[in-house]
């Protein structure tokens, strides 16, 4: 009998392909979420992360490709176990704020009775019962922001869906909603997280993808992503000559990058063989030239994103010259 | 409940609750049958009596005049020492003089002279139309006098021959113009009707487009539910409206014409000529609004409103969903309410041409037969059952086709933002798929 030994991802995106009248918005792209785990969706604008997550909520449909949900084919009652915070989101205006909440809850399948009492308990966690008969228009930005966080999650989504959640939150409501994320997660919810704040992303994320120009370039855990690009990387401050530096060790190393800070006086970064051992390299520098410091390079997710977007978009220029 | 039964139920409370809507309820039949009343009150305030100075140059066209109740005639000057600048001065100096009427002397000379009466307020036409008839007769016995014609002779050339329309089969008299008159207010009722709450359907889409809640909603919802949600809540919102416009006007205008009849036509009593010629009148149109198949045009009525509606307001919503803004729906509005305009002129224009072919069109094309039909129906015409049929499956095939298209543009649009909207473009956003 064949055994499953992986959990069944919550979320899975096999293949998507989707074009519009004449470019190609998803080309092929394929994630796969675990299980209550909280999900890094990146990418520059116009990426395509909002096509996707908008076929992750049926607005529209891929041209190709399938999108699993607990290993089920996406079909319309999904709707009712994802809750999805777009990026450009808005209320009613003139509507009573109470009752919006209760509207949108009942569209995601709830009960009124059921909707209002959900929606109390958050309103008095978040300490904003005072604005239930109140209308949108007399609210802040960022009070409007709470009562639409509010209702994404008031149906208790299985898969979360959060395009830019911070946006527009001071950093002391933005901690609240952090919080509040990771806690869902805790409590057993599944989050796409779509942002470009970076910070966030090393901060709560589990896993990653990086789309880019319709393609995914990058996914992965985000420590071991992280990881793969610091492997064996070094930073070296040293005084003495370039060319002794160079011929200090005889293969089994490369250089990324040098700097010449002043005479005689460099920063050079250097990316060791999985052959060579750390310990004899530095010996065989601390021959050739004077060691300042010696540091292993940890780049951030931030680093991450431009140099892949950066390299990702050099290598099209030329195969498309 | 289903979820288009939410969105309906949205729409049409957040839309009836509002004070405007309650306003324009209530306040729209008390000002329909205030503008009546009021037309009312203002003809019959002519029955204030007049004082009418005469300057008469020929000293013998106003001879036989004689002041009666209403219009209390005076000659000016009999001596024939004053002129047309003393009878002015006097006229302005008393305040009692309500009206001037000046007979040049050329007045007799040609057959269309003209006189002319100086006012402190403006004249009625009532009024202008006796005087007018008591100078051209007293002009006329002058000339059967010069002419040496007797009035019994002039009486007896005197003709006025006029012709009854009467139905062949029924053999009973009918009187178009009334009938015209009725098919048009219900056309033009539609009209307004089908544009109002089109309008509506348009502006609910902007601002649900332009507030960005409408992503939150199609991750619940499909677009094209959204849309139907809409138009039917709104279309709910119309009829609720018109069901207590009638409800509200008949109980207005009875009391108000229980009022009128209490104040005027216990006056109109003294002369019993009156009543008699004017229930003539009254008898013919009150006969000819009994031949009118009332039952067959207020279902009609309804039937040719939801299915015009239906049709404006997708393409409405349409156009809601492609702009983002109202100022930049004006381009997309022209060529769909163009249509709408025509048939409302094409209604207009029936009254004195029932039959052209080119209403007979109008009638079937589904664009122009809500208004049209209607007005048809009214006057009714051989043969029409079939029409009305044809009609009605037309307008029933094309507002499915137009409400498929509309969802297709709609579907995109409402996520587009930002964006300068052709008609290229609305084109491809219907060949997109899924």
């Known amino acids: ?321 | 409940m289903s979820k288009i039964g939410l969105i309906i139920k949205r729409e049409y409370l957040s839309r009836v609750s509002k004070k405007s809507f309650l306003l324009m309820t209530v306040l729209g039949p008390i000002l329909m049958v205030g503008f009546m009343v009021g037309a009312i009150f203002l003809g019959k305030q002519e029955d204030k009596s007049l004082n009418i100075l005469i300057h008469d140059d020929t000293y013998v066209v106003s001879k036989p005049f004689k002041p009666t109740e209403q219009f209390n005639l005076m000659v000016f000057d009999t001596t024939g020492t004053k002129n047309l600048d003393d009878a002015k001065e006097s006229f302005k100096n008393d305040e009692s003089l309500d009206l001037l009427l000046y007979l040049p002397e050329t007045i007799v000379e040609m057959n269309n002279g003209s006189g002319h009466l100086y006012f402190k307020e403006a004249p009625s036409t009532k009024t202008r139309m006796y005087l007018e008839r008591l100078v051209n007769e007293s002009i006329e016995k002058l000339k059967l006098k010069e002419l040496n014609v007797s009035l019994d002779t002039y009486m007896r050339l005197k003709n006025k021959v006029s012709l009854k329309a009467i139905d062949y089969k029924s053999g009973k008299e009918s009187n178009v113009k009334v009938k015209a008159f009725v098919g048009m207010a219900f056309g033009v009722s539609t009209f307004m009707f089908i544009f109002m709450y089109g309008t509506l359907v348009m502006k609910g889409v902007i601002e649900e487009k332009s507030s960005r809640i409408v992503e939150v909603i199609v991750s619940s919802v499909k677009p094209f539910e959204l849309m139907m949600g809409k138009i039917i809540g709104i279309m709910f919102v119309g009829l609720t409206q018109f069901a207590v416009w009638i409800i509200l006007s008949s109980i207005f205008g009875s009391i108000a014409m229980g009022m009128i009849d209490s104040e005027f036509y216990s006056a109109a009593n003294q002369s019993p000529e009156v009543i008699a010629g004017m229930s003539n009148v009254q008898a013919n149109i009150i006969n000819t609004l009994l031949e009118i198949n009332w039952v067959l045009l207020i279902g009609l009525f309804f039937f040719y409103f939801i299915g015009g509606y239906l049709l404006y307001g997708a393409l409405m919503a349409a156009i809601g969903a492609a702009v983002d803004n109202e100022t930049d729906s004006q381009q997309f509005m022209v060529p769909i309410t163009a249509p709408l305009m025509f048939s409302y002129l094409i209604v207009i224009l029936s009254i004195d041409n029932p039959n052209s072919p080119v209403l007979f069109w109008c009638s079937q094309i589904p664009f122009t037969s809500p208004v049209v039909m209607l007005a048809r129906a009214a006057m009714g015409s051989e043969g029409l059952w079939w029409q009305i049929i044809t009609s009605m499956l037309l307008l029933i095939v094309t507002f499915i086709a137009t409400t498929w298209l509309a969802g297709k543009i709609y579907r995109t649009g409402i996520l587009m933002h930002g964006k300068k909207i052709t008609w290229q473009e609305l084109w491809k956003w219907i060949k997109y798929k899924g």
Not at chain 1, 86 to 93: A, D, S
């Open chain 1, 1 to 321: 009998m064949f055994v499953m030994n992986e959990v069944t991802p919550v979320f899975e995106a096999r293949n998507i392909v989707k074009t519009y009248a004449n470019h190609i918005a998803l080309d092929n792209v394929s994630i796969s979420v675990p299980p209550q785990s909280i999900f890094g969706l990146l990418g520059p604008n116009g990426a395509g992360k909002t096509s996707l997550i908008r076929i992750i909520n049926q607005i529209t449909a891929p041209d190709s490709g399938e999108i699993l949900i607990n290993g089920e084919k996406l079909k319309r009652k999904h709707i009712e176990d994802i809750g999805y915070l777009p990026e450009e989101r808005g209320l009613y205006k003139k509507m009573k704020i109470g009752e919006q909440a209760i509207y949108l809850a009942q569209l995601k399948g709830m009960s009124r009775n059921e909707a209002r009492t959900e929606l109390k308990k958050w309103f008095i966690k978040f300490e904003i019962e005072s604005w239930w008969n109140k209308k949108v228009e007399d609210l802040s930005k960022g009070m409007a922001q709470k009562i639409q966080f509010i209702t994404t999650i008031i149906h208790r989504p299985k898969l979360l869906i959060l395009d830019e959640p911070f946006s527009g939150f001071d950093p002391i409501n933005a901690n609240l909603i952090k919080n509040e994320i990771m806690e869902l997660r805790d409590n057993g919810a599944t989050i796409i997280l779509s942002t470009h704040n970076m910070e966030s992303v090393e901060e709560i994320c589990d896993d990653m993808a990086l789309i880019n120009k319709s393609k995914k370039i990058l996914g992965g855990k985000v420590k071991e992503v992280k990881e793969s690009f610091s492997k064996n990387q070094y930073k070296i401050e040293f005084k003495g000559n370039m060319v002794s530096f160079a011929n200090a060790v005889w293969g089994g190393w490369e250089m990324i990058e040098k700097e010449e800070l002043s005479k005689n006086h460099f920063m050079v970064q250097v990316k060791l063989n999985e052959k060579m051992e750390l310990n004899n390299f530095l010996k065989g520098l601390l021959d050739a030239v004077e060691v300042i410091s010696f540091n292993k390079v940890a780049l951030s997710m931030n680093e991450i994103f431009i140099k892949m977007v950066k390299e990702n978009s050099d290598t099209q220029n030329v195969s498309e010259k």
